[in-house]
């Protein structure tokens, strides 16, 4: 039996060395790609924020406004000390329609004809990987959203600022201090 678990123990170091062998040869010739970056980021601070805001709204932050009974603009702007435009896409529009009765007044307030609306061109398509998308393309978005996994995905993209519904009222995250004169 003793002599079963050592060979098998020498079996699985050889391989874990060949392994590592292979690895390290073809290390030598690898080529690594640098994802361009946007030419308004100046280190993490995005030069492209600047106001009025435009901040692109997320389904999970609509229904957050209506639970906590906050009035989406005039909240916005408390938060950001600054004029601001509230964006809705077509897939989020979508989304909040899927919902049914239960998102009815946040579909009331998406309706809203005060707030600027973005027309997708791709055809059924997740709003959290439309809202990405978008992001990626221009960053000159403030993205609001309560979605955990959204966030997350955001934060891995330099220079984009989150707003969310927390303790009855908006917060941002990473939004960069005004520059100095």
Request: proline share 5%.
């Amino acid at each position: 039996m003793a002599a079963k678990k050592t060979r098998k123990f020498v079996q699985n170091q050889q391989k874990a060395e060949a392994e590592e062998a292979k690895k390290k040869s073809q290390g030598d010739g690898v080529v690594r790609e640098i994802p361009q970056v946007s030419s308004s980021l100046f280190f993490q601070y995005n030069t492209a924020l600047i106001p009025p805001y435009s901040v692109l709204v997320d389904t999970n932050f609509l229904s957050h406004t209506v639970q906590h009974k906050l009035e989406l603009l005039p909240t916005m702007m408390d938060c950001l000390y600054a004029q601001c435009i509230p964006i809705i896409t077509s897939c989020v529009m979508g989304e909040l329609e899927k919902l049914g009765q239960k998102y009815r007044i946040a579909l009331r307030i998406a309706r809203d004809e005060r707030w600027e609306r973005l027309r997708c061109d791709h055809s059924g398509i997740y709003a959290d990987d439309c809202i990405i998308d978008r992001v990626m393309k221009h960053k000159v978005y403030i993205v609001a959203t309560n979605d955990r996994d959204l966030k997350r995905r955001i934060r891995k993209i330099p220079g984009v600022p989150i707003m969310s519904v927390a303790r009855g009222k908006y917060v941002v995250e990473r939004l960069p201090d005004a520059p100095v004169k």
